[in-house]
């Protein structure tokens, strides 16, 4: 009986060990199919922009292949610091501001003189 090769060879189950959730692996495998794509769209044209796939792999599927990498941690999940709000932003630039314009000095300035 032939095997063929599909999107469960890697193991889902294994997968899901190296990200906290089946959102955050299908995110990492996607980002990682773009660029896999990406590399092999520019090779003709000699940029070198992209990274190459970092496996040898027998699939042409840039998810596969994406997986793949993930199975063997050669692409591991990096947790990016949360972005705060554009209104808490806004608030503290509008606090600098008033601090600026009164000439009064802020706690974070005292501490450092």
């Not at 990682?32 to 990274?51: C, D, H, K, N, P």
């Not at 993930?70 to 972005?83: A, R």
Request: charged share 30%; proline share 7%.
């Amino acid at each position: 009986m032939r095997r063929y090769d599909t999107l469960m060879n890697p193991e889902i189950e294994g997968l899901l060990d190296t990200t906290e959730s089946k959102f955050g692996l299908v995110v990492l495998g996607a980002r990682r199919a773009r660029q896999i794509t990406s590399y092999f769209g520019q090779l003709g044209e000699g940029l070198g922009a992209s990274v190459p796939p970092q496996i040898t792999s027998t699939s042409r599927k840039p998810l596969t292949i994406a997986f793949e990498e993930v199975s063997v941690e050669k692409i591991v999940p990096i947790e990016l610091p949360d972005e705060p709000e554009v209104e808490e932003v806004v608030e503290a630039e509008a606090e600098v501001l008033i601090d600026e314009e009164s000439g009064e000095i802020s706690p974070e300035d005292d501490e450092s003189a």
